[in-house]
Structures are given as structure tokens and as C-alpha cells.
């Protein structure tokens, strides 16, 4: 079975909202077995929405439609559907019947317009909605199926697992789409690519390379009859890929940078305090949202003014900046009383038509102290993530080795 994803509504493509039903429903898919080759955001318009929808159809057996369910002129998910099927819609006396009692349940006067809500077309029924208005629609006729569920992504998700997945496992053939992610860090993405050439080729398994904040991803996807077999599949490849490149594999799947450095941190009762005046305070948030991270983080300052920085009682230098951050690292870390002290200074320069940020990281331990300069293309709001996750990786070989 191969499948299509359709978000619509202009307010994504006016970026005032994120999508995040597609990446949700990508997975879901995966996991059934079930073939995913586009997918597609549409703005609320009937003759585009629809021409997508035509297109879909043209290629594939299965469509998701997120967004167009509500009692506005805007929404028109159910128009386009009945569209494409050439059917008339008509208001369903029981899903009108169940519209009226959820408003009258809360003393809400019921508009007319909300019977949009409680129409269907001959070829669709309606998906029950445990968390709001809008039902969901599972349309099906030539072979093909459209299954409309609702935008926001608590009454999808919920119309998802409730009805719309139990129903699609009976319709698969039972096969598997199983991932195994390798995370890597301080390799080039074109060394990587370079690397590992002649294993990008593979086909089942297939071997996908993406860069992320904390470092190149490798994603290998596998698809077989069983989720033990897609295991086989996988093995060898990830084993070729460790065997080529495995001093630079840091985690695999969900593996969070943050919390292993955390673990390392509190397995070694160790505790860790943080300076920093440029990068606007990110590694600050990272790790302040990592779980248990009273467990081994203290604290930190984002030191933005030659103030702020007094007043702490923390002596910046002039001159050599690597020699500061060194110093400022000791420092906070008597501070603070904390085992560990890290202080990350920066600054921008032009190389060509782009900046350029130098970073100094210093992080000082009580026998042993490292400071290194690292080197980012582009703005500093694009890399404020990535100088963290460097600053995390720095902390992570300290502690390795000492």
C-alpha cells in the first residue's frame, strides 16, 4: 500500500503555525508497514486543494488530510473530498443529533454553520472526535481510501490511535518498516558522505544521511515480512558503518546528547556550573531542560554586559580570550562549588559574504582544564543549537578521559 500525506490551511504556509501532524503520521505509517512517497501542504482553497487531491489519487491508495474540518468557510477538506468522488453532501441526522447534545451538554448556543460538521457524502463515514466538534471522514471507493482528520494535532492524534489505526492494520499486508538511527559528531557531512559511498547505494536496507545539531544523522530503513527479519537486514549495514566510522558514532535512536552527558555527570557524583556570554544563553536552556538535571547542574549565568559580568564578581580580561574563558571556567566553578565549570565566549567575523563565529569553550575540572577554539559558518540565531551540542560533545570527551 503506498500512502500520502495533505495538511492543509493557509496558515501554515504562512508559517504562523507548524505542522507537525505530517512528521507524526510519517511514523505511524512506518511502523504499519505502509509505503510513504509524498507529501503536501495546501492553503484553503477548493481548485488547488483539490488538484492536489486528484494528484494524490493518481498515485497512491491511501491519502491522509489534516486541517479543513471546522464550521468556517475555510474549511473545505470535506467539499474537496466530496469533489473528488463526485458525490453530494448531506447533513447525517446522527451526527447532527451528537453535535446538538455536545453543545447543549455545555450550554453553548449551536451556529449553523456548525452543520457543516454533521454532513457526508454516500461513499464516507464519520470518524468519531472524543475531543472536539469536527468528526473525522473515512471515504473510500475505487480502490482508493481519504481518511480527513482534524488540525490540531491532541484531536488527530487521539482520532488516530482510537479508530483510524486499528482499522488500516487490518487492511496492510502485514509487513514491517523498521529505522535504526547512528548518531554521529566532528565529522564532515561530505567526509560522511564520501566515507560511507559505497553503502548509500543499498536499496533494502536503505541508508539516508541528514545533519542535525548534534551531529550527521544515519538513518537505516529496512522493510521485510517480520520486524525480526528487518532487524537482519539492518545489522550488517550498521556494523559496516561502525566498522568505518565508529569513533565518530556517539548514540544511536532516540539517544539525547544532553542526558547521557548527565548521566556520566551523576554517576560520577559530579556536579556542573555554566558561563555563558555568547550564543544567548542556549546551552544554559538545554541543559536546564534535560530531565533530572538538579541531579548534576547547578546553575549558569548568560552574561550579556560588561555589568552583569561584574556584578557576578566574575573578572573578565582584555586581550586573550581563550586565556579569560579558561579563567572565568575556575572561576564559576569555585563559584558555584561545583565540580565543573565551563564557560563558552564568542564573537563574530565576516569570511566573505558570510559571518563567521569563533567560539572559545574552556572547561575546568579540579586537576585538569581544556580550552579549545571552534569555527561556525552563518548567523548566530542558526547556530546557537549546534554550539551548544559542541560545547556538550567537548564536555563529554572531558569527562571520558578524565
Known sequence: MKAEIISTGTEILLGNIVDTNTAYLAEQLAALGIDLYYTCT????????????????????????????????????????????EEKMEVDLALKTTLEQFFSSRSIAMSSNNLKQAMLIPSAQAIPNARGTAPGWWAEKNNKIVIAMPGPPGEMQMMWQNHVLPALKGR????????????????????????????????????????????IHLRITAKADTKEEAEKLIAPQEQAIRDAINKY????????????????????????AVVETFSNGTLIQVLARTPNSGNFFKGGYYAASEEVKTSLGLEWGSGDMAKTAGAVASLVREKVHATIGIDVEGYLEKSGEAPMAKIIIAIAGAKSKITLTRSFPGRLTFLEQRIAYQVLFELKNFLAES
Open 42 to 85: 495546501v492553503g484553503d482553497n477548493y481548485e488547488r486543494l483539490l488538484g492536489a487531491l486528484k494528484a494524490a489519487a493518481g498515485r497512491s491508495d491511501l491519502i491522509l488530510m489534516t486541517g479543513g474540518l471546522g464550521p468556517t468557510q475555510g474549511d473545505i477538506t470535506r467539499d474537496v473530498i466530496a469533489g473528488l468522488f
Open 249 to 272: 558514532i556517539w548514540g544511536v535512536d532516540d539517544d539525547d546528547l544532553a542526558v547521557m552527558v548527565g548521566k556520566m555527570l551523576t554517576d560520577r557524583g559530579m556536579t556542573l
Open 172 to 215: 496492510t499486508d502485514g509487513s514491517v518498516i523498521l529505522s535504526r538511527t547512528l548518531k554521529t559528531y566532528g565529522m564532515p557531512e561530505g567526509s560522511v558522505d564520501e566515507q560511507l559511498s559505497p553503502l548509500l547505494k543499498s536499496t533494502n536496507p536503505t541508508i539516508a544521511m541528514y545533519a542535525k545539531a548534534d551531529g
